[in-house]
Nanobody, 125 residues
């Protein structure tokens, strides 16, 4: 059984930083992209960042570019999302996602087969 487990969310003030972690088990994602998505109340789940299976290329949503950094360690089957200069509009449940397929970099939520349970990030003004 494949599981993705996120941690690291919390309540912070605007301008603060948080680091989210995602630990995968049940299969290796060393040949697959890993992504982060978020969903705010009343809104659809949206793309935040994705990292290539090699870990040497990442892509970001415009809203987080320059503030968030995604990274991964295939030996540990983990992916992280370092979030800096947080804004109230970053408040959402953040989800880790794993692609079932190999050798591609998907940006849409529908392209990911594996999801974590989510971790709440709340940024106060």
């Amino acid at each position: 059984q494949v599981q993705l487990v996120e941690s690291g969310g919390g309540l912070v003030q605007a301008g603060a930083s948080l680091r989210l972690s995602c630990t995968a088990s049940g299969r290796t994602f060393s040949a697959s992209a890993m992504g982060w998505f978020r969903q705010a109340p009343g809104k659809e789940r949206e793309f935040v960042a994705v990292i290539k299976w090699t870990g040497d290329r990442a892509y970001y949503a415009d809203a987080v570019k320059g503030r968030f950094t995604i990274s991964r360690d295939n030996t540990k089957n983990m992916v992280w999302l370092q979030m800096s200069s947080l804004k109230p509009e970053d408040t959402a449940v953040y989800y880790c996602a794993g692609d079932r397929s190999a050798w591609r970099v998907p940006f849409g939520a529908k392209d990911y087969s594996y999801w974590g349970q989510g971790t709440q990030v709340t940024v106060s003004s």
